[in-house]
């Protein structure tokens, strides 16, 4: 079965940095395409951005509001996503969630999700 | 950068009674190469996180209960709950996946 554990959240200031971590069991996230999806408190769903796997170029894409702030990557050998944010804003306060993609762009499978508060 | 919209923000169903939700795009999300819609549905119920329930505007998941089904092509999409349960209790999100950025709907609450 398909686990992803998503850790790392917390309370930040503003302009502060952060490093969320996704745990991946029964798939290998370098031959997968993984994405980050947030939901600010009472709010609906908002992508963040994806990795595609090694095999397709490994970049990344981001949505408009997190582009240059934000970096997806992956450490292959611990099986695990990253989402290095910097320069938090109020408005990234959210939980977020790590998510699978299939060969489509399906997102398919989600993360329990990790509360981030960006906060003074 | 495609938007979808969603209608209603909330419905109420009696148990046992049809619910449908709406989803619009701002563009087409018919591939013609393939004949596909790039339209997904997910449910969120309270306190969890989402969870897909139909991919390619009408193939349900695995294990998903055959009361939903969805319908549409191009813009235009539908998610049908045809007997309301108790546990359908939740909110509806419609999700293109035709490019980047992907995007979802506002969401629709459902409930008893």
């Known amino acids: 079965d398909v686990q992803l554990v998503e850790s790392g959240g917390g309370l930040v200031k503003p302009g502060g940095s952060l490093r969320l971590s996704c745990a991946a069991s029964g798939i290998t996230v370098s031959i997968a395409w993984m994405n980050w999806v947030r939901q600010a408190p009472g709010k609906g769903l908002e992508w963040v951005g994806h990795i595609k796997s090694k095999i397709d170029g490994g970049a990344a894409d981001y949505a408009a509001p997190v582009k240059g702030r934000f970096t997806i990557s992956r450490d292959d050998s611990a099986n695990t996503l990253f989402l290095e944010m910097n320069s938090l804003k109020t408005e990234d306060t959210a939980v977020y969630y790590c998510?699978?993609?299939?060969?489509?762009?399906?997102?398919?499978?989600w993360g329990q999700g990790v509360l981030v508060t960006v906060s003074s | 950068d495609i938007v979808m919209t969603q209608s209603p923000d909330s419905l109420a169903v009696s148990l046992g009674e049809r619910a449908t939700i709406n989803c619009k795009s701002s563009?087409?999300?018919?591939?013609?190469?393939?004949?596909?819609?790039?339209l997904a549905w997910h449910q969120q119920k309270p306190g969890q996180p989402p969870k897909l329930l139909i991919s390619w505007a009408s193939t349900r998941e695995s294990g998903v209960p055959d009361r939903f089904s969805g319908r549409g092509s191009g813009t235009d999409f539908t998610l049908t709950i045809s007997s309301l349960q108790a546990e359908d209790v939740a909110v509806y999100y419609c999700?293109?996946?035709?490019?980047?950025?992907?995007?979802f709907g506002q969401g629709t609450k459902l409930e008893i």
């Open positions: 999700q293109h996946y035709y490019n980047t950025p992907y995007a």
């Open positions: 563009q087409n999300v018919l591939y013609s190469s393939n004949n596909k819609n790039y």
């Open positions: 998510a699978t993609e299939d060969s489509s762009g399906c997102i398919d499978f």
